[in-house]
T-cell receptor, first 115, second 125 residues
Framework: AQKVTQAQTEISVVEKEDVTLDCVYE???????LFWYKQPPSGELVFLIR??????QNEISGRYSWNFQKSTSSFNFTITASQVVDSAVYFC????????????FGSGTRLLVRP | DAGITQSPRYKITETGRQVTLMCHQT?????MFWYRQDLGHGLRLIYY???????DKGEVPDGYVVSRSKTENFPLTLESATRSQTSVYFC????????????????????????FGPGTRLTVL
């Protein structure tokens, strides 16, 4: 069975702090894709990153970075020097052949960045 | 470039009524999806469609009907709305899968990200 767990329901930080959002996934497939989406207070879902299971290189995009570790089935997301505009709900998601290419979402982590 | 749009954005209806939520995309994406978002559940897939006239059930299809007569439209109908269907509904689309190398256990498959509409907030009284 495919499953994504985001154990942190809510995180609150002060602006400029670094914050890491955890994502743990389960799949029996060897080929799979992982995603992060952001849902700001306005409600839309914004795609952030896609990572396939064969690429374990960590990725950095500005203040965002992602740490993919197959050994621990984790795909964690770090925001460096957080800003108020980072306040949102962040979803991790998984797809693979085992899920018939459907996206399986975690329950989300609400991040509040206080000024 | 309109992308993916949903209408209405807000809807209040009564138990037992039929409601149709519209989804339209201008990208000619083959795949389209309907999700519902409820507190504590994240996003759950209701139905999806791989192409026009091809639809399949997701995780929570009961009480919903979909159709896909045209690639760009994917309406979701609640045939007899219930209070438990009060939710925020998101439509999404994605480009076709690129299988890369074909066949065999080592073959790659590629799955492109889904792009989401702005959502419809539905309240069933």
């Amino acid at each position: 069975a495919q499953k994504v767990t985001q154990a942190q329901t809510e995180i609150s930080v002060v602006e400029k702090e670094d914050v890491t959002l955890d994502c743990v996934y389960e799949t029996r497939d060897t080929t799979y894709y992982l995603f992060w989406y952001k849902q700001p207070p306005s409600g839309e879902l914004v795609f952030l990153i896609r990572r396939n299971s064969f690429d374990e290189q960590n990725e950095i995009s500005g203040r965002y970075s992602w740490n993919f570790q197959k050994s621990t089935s984790s795909f964690n997301f770090t925001i460096t020097a957080s800003q108020v505009v980072d306040s949102a709900v962040y979803f991790c998601a998984l797809t693979s052949r085992g899920s018939s290419y459907k996206l399986i979402f975690g329950s989300g982590t609400r991040l509040l960045v206080r000024p | 470039d309109a992308g993916i749009t949903q209408s209405p954005r807000y809807k209040i209806t009564e138990t037992g009524r039929q409601v149709t939520l519209m989804c339209h995309q201008t990208w000619s994406h083959s795949y389209m999806f309907w999700y519902r978002q409820d507190l504590g559940h994240g996003l759950r897939l209701i139905y999806y469609s791989a192409a026009a006239d091809i639809t399949d059930k997701g995780e929570v299809p009961d009480g919903y009907v979909v159709s896909r007569s045209k690639t760009e439209n994917f309406p979701l109908t609640l045939e007899s709305a219930t209070r438990s269907q009060t939710s925020v509904y998101f439509c999404a689309s994605s480009v076709p899968r690129d299988r890369g190398r074909s066949g065999g256990p080592g073959a790659l498959f590629s799955y492109n990200e889904q792009f989401f509409g702005p959502g419809t907030r539905l309240t069933v009284l």
